[in-house]
């Protein structure tokens, strides 16, 4: 499968599913509306099961919905997350970022001591963002601020 890709020159998303599973069920039509809008990745479901266990295992698939991104240039596992629903427009950031061959950047306010300061981060797009009063990626720390030890924490997911 990866030397096709790598032949076509498309990056390849594997999703990992159940048949019984509600979750991967729920996911199916975003993955399928990112296939029509993403024609330079080849999108392919790998079902679960006893009798491919050895592949999902070997591959250390932890969960489903499950989503291995590989990129033609280098057939190499580059991405690979737990996928829902509300992980959907993240993931199509991600594919947006292979695409363009950057990565982008986001402005983050900070300032739980009053003090506001500006903080450019390339944060994990499949956390799902809830509004914060003053601009606070809530499942991020303070990047500037000291934690036990003295040390600085860089991002926490």
Known sequence: ???KTEADDRMLAVLWYSPWCKACRAVMPG???LAKHHPDVQFVQVPVLPENANLHQG???P???YLHLYTSEDPR???ERKMTRKRLSGFKKVLLDYEKGNCSLEQIVTG???IER???SASDPYQPRRNSAIGIHPTRRNLQEP???GMESVATP
């Open 1 to 3: 499968m990866l030397d």
């Open 31 to 33: 993955i399928r509306t």
């Open 59 to 61: 591959l250390d698939v």
């Open 63 to 65: 969960s489903v919905p």
């Open 77 to 79: 596992l580059v991405e």
């Open 112 to 114: 739980d001591d009053g």
């Open 118 to 120: 500006v903080v450019w």
């Open 147 to 149: 934690t036990t030890g």
